[in-house]
């Protein structure tokens, strides 16, 4: 498509501004333009890496491209914002990352992904792909749990698909970047890149994992969605990783002592990899027999290193190879305190049981059911997973308090958004109440430095919108 005619016809004014800027910066005529939506996740917390189901939906806030391939194997990515600047790097074999934090890796983790599956599977040599120039910009709040980077490694796969003229499914491609991102240093699930895809206008989706399945589930009429970001910030690529990667390996290492368990029980192997794989249809036991061995599989007092190790039957430091080790090489903190095993197993199985409660309400049109669920949800990610914070408990009780029926953390936690249900003829006096109590008065009286966190509103309405993909025809009438 022509730039001239993207800028002149289209009405969508971010487009026009990156496109005008575009132009300024490159000299290629011929671009096509990409989106990528962020995601707010309604219930279902810290449950996908353990390949429990998840019920997110994709939002309309987004990051937009103006994008044109390049015959060469260079990629070109400037901010429209110019503060980030741009970066550069070339296509090949293994993509060198950059430093911690930097935001060219998310670009890379996506182009180096499709690398690796293309190299497996012998379907295009990287030899045989070219890079590409783009202008991006982005509305999603940045490290405040509503995917934003998610948002742009799908995005950037998008580009290299775009400026390549190759298809790729959904489906393969939700799975594929969800890998890709431990490019970066997260041992994430795959929620954020599969809400970021298969996102559905009026819809949430219920996503199940091995394998990927997405049910969509209408909202139903009169009540909507409010994300409310906390305004303390928690980027996945510092202290909140660490955090964050500690909850993942913790699950590893309860589900490697429940495995045992049944083991021992049974004498006989399970195949058991994550939490997820405990059902009565795979594991070939009743629900009774199942929750008799889970009764007993781990207690609640924390766990040391040595007490881990002599069950599975390794040395502490084959616990820490096996378990503990991070993306870049590095081990993960051993906790003075020891770890919560027992905590984060309980949170999962009863996050995933509401996730498959608040389902079955919204289909009945149970609004005030599936309230009472996100705010137990929210509980547990307090009490149990530890992975919210002061910001997020007091926002989501004033948010209760405002009148929603349902208030929650969405995301990591560790600070960043929380997500609400309101009956959409309450939504204005809400929103007002809200600001007041807690922008207006619990930031200024205890924590005003985050304040200066805010970039354009804090608090807004979301609406379940389409997934990415490269934008077709918008700009003609
Ligand atoms: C982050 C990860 C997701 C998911 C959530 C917690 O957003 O990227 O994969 O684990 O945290 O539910």
Redesign the pocket.
Known sequence: MNIDMVISKTNDQRVKNLAIKFSKIFDETEVFVARSPGRT?LI??????NGCP?FPMAVDRDILAVCSPRDDKKVVIYDYNDAYGYKEFFIQKEIPSSATGDWGNYPKAAVQGLINYYAQTGKIKFDNLNGFNAVITSNIPAAG?M?SS?AFVVLSALLLLGANNINEDKKLLASLMAKSETYVG?Q?????QAACLMGLNNHALKIDFNPLRVREVIIPSGYCIVVADTLKKAP?TESALQN?NRRSIECKIATALIKKAFEKEYERIFPITALGDITCERLGLSEAEIDKVLDSALHKNFYYLDEIASILKLSPDAVIQKYCKMKDGQYLDMPPEGFKLYQRFYHVMTEWKRVEKSVLALESGNVKKFGQLMNDSHFSCRDNHEVSCKELDVLTEIARNAGALGSRMT???FGGCTVSLIKIDKVMTFIEKVKAKYYDSYLVNNAPELLKNASGDPIFMVYPADGAGIIKGFELE
């Open positions: 996740n279902g917390e810290h449950t996908d890496y998840v749990g995917s998610s997260t994430g699930g795959g929620m954020d996945k964050y995301g990591a936690g």
